[in-house]
């Protein structure tokens, strides 16, 4: 299981400071989500309900959902081949969830452009992160009040929301998978903390 955590610790970590505010509480969708670290290409997908999310990627290690709760105050990282979860109290969301920050330094509306068939307002913003400042452009998309695309060219990361699908999402995508259990570990969580 700690084997588990040290290699995919990288993507609950991604250092793209992001938080909740940015999403419309009405969005309701799911997309196929491609992120891009450096030479490395990983895609998954997203359902969004309302300010519920969650997120399914699989590689060599097997599946990881992210499942946020704001209505709960929790996020929820499972894995399914251990028929297991560990919940984290929601202070900000990892990573790999596009969203404009509060604490961004700056904010500029630059332009409209369409992103994957979605009119989409253009914003340069300002972000604190490891390693000193760092810019990010980011496409809200104003349909659904949701940011769609992330690049941060710097550290050669992206993330982006392809063949968005409309409409209401299943209750079920948004709960813990009955008989999964709640792993606690004082060996996992500091590198857990900042998420």
């Known amino acids: ?3 588990f955590f040290s290699q995919r610790s990288w ?3 991604l250092p793209v400071f992001l938080l ?5 509480p009405a969005a309701q969708f799911s997309a196929l989500m491609m992120i891009k670290d450096g030479d490395r290409l990983v895609s ?3 359902y969004v309900q309302d300010a519920l999310m969650r997120q399914e990627f699989t590689d060599a290690e097997g599946q990881t959902v992210t499942i946020v709760r704001p209505d709960q105050k929790v996020i929820w990282f ?3 081949l251990e028929r297991a979860y560990v919940e984290m109290p929601l202070k900000k969301l990892p990573g790999q969830f596009i969203q404009i920050p509060k604490e961004a330094l700056t904010k500029r509306l630059v332009g409209k452009e369409t992103v994957n068939g979605y009119e989409a307002e253009k914003y340069e913003v300002t972000v604190r992160g490891g390693g000193g400042l760092e810019k990010q452009t980011i496409w809200v998309a104003t ?4 940011p769609v695309k992330l690049i941060a060219k710097e550290r050669n ?3 982006e929301y392809k063949s968005i699908k409309e409409g209401a999402q299943a209750e079920r995508l ?3 998978p009955p008989g999964y259990k709640k792993l606690v570990s004082p060996d996992l969580l500091p590198s857990w903390k900042g998420y």
């Open 44 to 46: 998954g997908k997203i």
């Open 78 to 80: 499972i894995m399914p």
């Open 143 to 146: 349909k659904l009040g949701t």
């Open 174 to 176: 948004f709960n813990l």
């Open 157 to 159: 990361f992206s993330v």
């Open 11 to 13: 993507f609950f970590m």
């Open 1 to 3: 299981m700690k084997k």
């Open 20 to 24: 909740l505010a940015g999403s419309a």
